[in-house]
């Protein structure tokens, strides 16, 4: 079992810069890779980027590729997302997401663990 929290949420003006956390615990004996998403208000939840457990492998959605960074700290078992240049279309909740395995994909329905979710709001 894995369990997920994010942070970092929170208001920030168009144009700047945001970094959200993820921690896993639990027994993360096996591989896994780490991803986030986000659902817009009234929108279907999408895949904003993703990271291998090796973090030799990254996918990134062409809506942030350039502006979002994804990285693991293997010291503190956590994944962040580094937002920069950040527009009011980001506006979501952002979800972080743990697939069992040695792959990095893309779909939602890969992922088996699921934090609880953290709003991000980009104001004009």
């Known amino acids: 079992q894995v369990q997920l929290v994010e942070s970092g949420g929170g208001l920030v003006q168009a144009g700047g810069s945001l970094r959200l956390s993820c921690a896993a615990s639990?027994?993360?004996?096996?591989?896994?890779?780490l991803g986030w998403f986000r659902q817009p208000p009234g929108k279907e939840r999408e895949f904003v980027a993703t990271?291998?457990?090796?973090?030799?492998?990254?996918s990134y959605a062409d809506s942030v590729k350039g502006r979002f960074t994804i990285s693991r700290d293997y010291a503190k078992n956590t994944v962040s997302l580094q937002m920069t240049s950040l527009k009011p279309e980001d506006t979501a909740v952002y979800y972080c997401a743990a697939h069992v395995g040695s792959s990095w994909p893309r779909s939602e329905y890969e992922y088996e663990y699921w934090g609880q979710g953290t709003q991000v709001t980009v104001s004009s």
């Open positions: 990271v291998s457990w090796s973090g030799g492998g990254k």
């Open positions: 639990g027994r993360t004996w096996s591989s896994y890779a």
